[in-house]
């Protein structure tokens, strides 16, 4: 009995998002888990409001910006 109402492949995509929106996983190992092709893991990231941009890469990016002299 499946009392969550959920399928194996949700269960399967609720874990890879979950994964990666708490960072448990990168990008790539959590779209590879999914089984969705780029595309559509993004869809499902954005559907659940959750951003491929961190505030890591936003200060990696500022810090690279700065080395380069262009800010």
Do not use: W
């Not at 779209?31 to 993004?42: E, N, P, Q, T, V």
């Not at 961190?54 to 690279?64: G, H, K, S």
């Amino acid at each position: 009995m499946n009392t969550a109402g959920l399928t194996e492949r949700d269960c399967i995509l609720e874990l890879a998002v979950q994964l990666y929106a708490s960072r448990r996983l990168p990008y790539g190992q959590a779209l590879r888990l999914s089984g969705l092709d780029r595309r559509a893991f993004h869809f499902e990231l954005a559907r659940r409001d959750i951003s491929l941009y961190t505030l890591d890469d936003l200060q990696a990016d500022v810090r690279a910006l700065k080395e380069l002299g262009r800010l």
